[in-house]
């Protein structure tokens, strides 16, 4: 039979380890885990910041660059991502009208989100296709198409006039009546909206709330609802004022959108209404005041995805689109685009760490 063990032995035997570990202690001697230290590392060009809000880990590219993952738990990490490309250019006056320029697509992942289409001046022109569409010229213009890749440069010629599914939405239409006041680009959420009688113009369709509102507030803008919004439409620009006090400016759409603005008749003056920096959002159109309608630049498009995985190690190029319009100082020009990558709560709660290019967040 084997021998009779008592439990306060037991009890002693424990004890006696506890005064061992204490005594290794106080005697200098540290006992060292051998559990792999579980950081998840980032790197790569490009980033203008990284921060953890409400547990989870933000990365956002501004700029163009890479992205490589690294470290024990990276071949099982798995990432939300948000990508944005650069909003399309508002149509103007100064001294000549012009058309807004079409925003430039932006890359990551595989994925390409298209660049938004650039708005559309008196007397009739049609607005651009894009992720969302730039605003028709009045009095008869056309609005643009949304969900398509801008059929003209920089977009890369496989791509252009080719479906873009799910980015956004159309612009509005000059041809609503209002034989001056211009229509909005449209936006991620919303299509822009058309010009009205009586001179009015319409406003730039609203963007979306990122990550479903629980984004921290560096990039993007306010919205109607809590978090940050990203790829609204530039607003519509009038050039006669309503003789029944109607606006014959109109706002841009929440998520960066710029305003329709006026210039002084035969006035070049500075550039204005243009999309915020890295939200998307397409340009104001800006008139002269006298002249016709001028329609707000589309929204760049707007592509996110949850529960992504990446191969450890390797570089993923990225590439972020700038908005369009701009060449000279008076065109009014759309927001850059953004990439954000997100790491889950559960995730970033199970490492030991988030590392971005070297720093630990």
Not at 249 to 276: E, M, Q
Request: net charge positive.
């Amino acid at each position: 039979m084997a021998p009779f063990k008592s439990s306060l032995s037991r009890s002693a035997s424990k004890l006696l380890g506890v005064f061992r570990d204490r005594d290794t202690s106080l005697r200098g001697y540290k006992q060292d885990s051998r559990r792999p230290i579980e950081t998840i590392t980032v790197t790569g060009g490009g980033v203008g910041e990284a921060v953890i809000s409400g547990g989870k880990a933000y990365i956002s590219w501004t700029s163009s660059g890479a992205l490589t993952v690294g470290g024990v738990k990276a071949p099982t990490l798995s990432f939300d991502y948000l990508l944005v490309a650069g909003g399309g250019g508002g149509a103007g006056y100064g001294p000549n009208y012009y058309s807004g320029g079409n925003g430039e697509n932006s890359e990551a992942l595989g994925v390409t989100a298209a660049g938004g289409g650039g708005g559309s001046p008196y007397p009739a022109g049609a607005g651009a296709a894009g992720g969302s569409g730039g605003g028709g010229g009045a009095p008869e213009g056309s609005a643009g198409s949304g969900n398509k890749y801008p059929n003209a440069a920089p977009t890369p010629a496989p791509l252009r006039g080719t479906a873009a599914p799910g980015q956004g939405n159309p612009g509005g239409s000059g041809g609503t009546g209002g034989l001056y006041g211009g229509s909005g680009g449209g936006g991620a959420g919303q299509a822009g909206e058309g010009n009205k009688p009586n001179s009015q113009s319409g406003y730039g369709g609203f963007g979306i709330a990122a990550f479903s509102g629980d984004m921290p507030t560096t990039y993007g803008t306010p919205g109607p609802s809590a978090g940050r919004w990203f790829c609204g439409g530039g607003g519509g620009a009038g050039g006669t004022p309503s003789p029944n006090g109607g606006p014959h400016n109109a706002p841009g759409g929440k998520g960066g959108g710029g305003d329709g603005s006026n210039v002084a008749a035969g006035s070049v003056g500075d550039g204005v209404a243009g999309g915020t920096a890295n939200s998307g959002g397409g340009a104001g159109a800006r008139a002269q005041v006298g002249g016709g309608g001028a329609g707000g630049g589309g929204a760049g498009g707007y592509l996110t995805a949850t529960g992504q995985t990446l191969t450890p190690g390797t570089p993923y190029p990225i590439t972020i689109g700038d908005g369009g319009g701009g060449s000279q100082t008076y065109y009014p020009k759309g927001g850059s685009g953004i990439f954000v990558f997100r790491i889950p709560a559960p995730v970033v709660s199970g490492c030991d760490g988030i590392v971005v290019n070297g720093s630990p967040i």
